[in-house]
């Protein structure tokens, strides 16, 4: 499901078998200008809330209904000389503010 105020396009849920993931970033969009989210990338949770457990359309309702500044927690894997081990992001999207983005925190020790 596209949400285009932020330019994701998400897949997965438990009702689709596979953990929530970004599946697609529109060019151009704040979601792709930010160069934080990739495809492929995880997501652990939405404005602070856990996506384990939620069915896909509960999880785009999150983002919908995220106003004009979206949190995401997103996990992916490290290129291979850091033996795919896992980071842990959390930045927020504003689509008020074009092209940037507030990073409210990034902790690359988290594993």
Not at 41 to 52: G, W
Request: proline share 5%; aromatic share 8%.
């Amino acid at each position: 499901m596209n949400n285009s105020q932020f330019g994701l396009t998400i897949a997965g849920g438990t009702d689709k078998d596979s953990r929530p993931r970004i599946c697609d970033l529109k060019p151009g969009s704040i979601a792709h200008r930010s160069d934080e989210l990739q495809i492929g990338d995880m997501i652990i949770s939405i404005n602070a809330i856990k996506t384990q457990g939620l069915k896909h359309e509960e999880i785009i309702d999150l983002i919908k209904n995220a106003g004009d500044s979206l949190c995401l927690e997103f996990e992916y894997n490290l290129p291979p000389w850091r033996n795919y081990l896992f980071l842990f992001t959390i930045f927020t999207l504003k689509s008020s503010c074009v092209g940037s983005i507030e990073k409210i925190h990034k902790n690359p020790n988290l594993i």
